[in-house]
């Protein structure tokens, strides 16, 4: 479904991502953990071919992202759906018109079927009440979810979520978490999520992946990332990690 084959990336002279490989299964939820900072929206917008490596192949359905044409991209793109971590709502348009756009702007569907799959996505989200408010009139987990229902509204077969419970009380994290597992299951779809949650990591996970010092320093399934003799990640899950490793040999870019 998602293949990185040995992918380089730097800004400037700053090591985002040094050599990686990795595999994400069709219909699998994906969780890239690490520190703020280290690479892992890097990776998201790799996926989703907003920007190219310096080396290295990026595969979406065996059809190559990186270093493609607009066209090949475009065509990519609407396999996936991405929530950005603030929402990324349209502060003049409702959230009903949020959900909408994309909907409205490539024009699949008459009004009146937009409006059908619109509210259906409202609905599922919880935001039925919602629709007609506007991005400042909601709290933040609604706007949370209203991207997540932007995000889902052409039922993508890719859903890339970057930091999904970020800035949320842990009320509405778990509703969030709660949801990611909802979209897994109700469309089908490949999840690939990018946390520093480690709770909502071992709850939503198939597999896990640390990113650090540019690297997978370790991925499993969560139990297997629970008992990794590694240190750097037990340090990692269990908070008493807060920096880099710096070896001398490399300027890393966490």
Not at 122 to 149: F, N, T
Not at 161 to 166: A, F, K, N, V
Not at 205 to 232: F, H, Q, W
């Amino acid at each position: 479904m998602i293949e990185f084959n040995r992918v380089s990336k730097r800004f400037g002279n700053k090591i985002v991502l040094d050599n990686i490989s990795f595999d994400i299964n069709k219909g699998e939820t994906f969780v890239i953990i690490g520190l703020s900072g280290a690479g892992k929206t890097t990776i998201l917008r790799h996926i989703a071919g907003f920007v190219d490596p310096d080396s290295g192949e990026i595969l979406i359905d065996n059809i190559k992202m990186n270093n493609s044409t607009h066209r090949v991209k475009a065509v990519l793109r609407k396999k996936m759906g991405f929530l950005f971590q603030s929402g990324a709502l349209i502060n003049w348009l409702s959230i009903r018109d949020n959900v909408a756009l994309s909907l409205t702007e490539l024009k699949m569907g008459s009004k009146k079927e937009i409006n059908r799959i619109v509210n259906e996505k409202l609905e599922l989200l919880q935001l039925g009440d919602a629709g007609d408010k506007m991005p400042s009139e909601v709290s933040g987990g609604m706007k949370k979810r209203a991207g997540l229902a932007r995000a889902i509204v052409h039922n993508p077969d890719i859903i890339l979520y970057d930091e999904p419970t970020s800035g949320l009380d842990p009320v509405m994290s778990s509703m969030i978490s709660e949801l990611i597992i909802q979209m897994q299951c109700k469309l089908g779809a490949t999840s690939v999520v990018v946390t520093h949650d480690i709770e909502s990591a071992y709850h939503i996970a198939d597999r896990i992946a640390m990113l650090y010092n540019g690297e997978i320093l370790e991925c499993g399934t969560p139990d297997e990332i629970k008992g990794s003799a590694n240190p750097v990640v037990q340090q990692f899950i269990n908070g008493e990690i807060t920096g880099p490793i710096i070896d001398g040999q490399k300027n890393y870019y966490i």
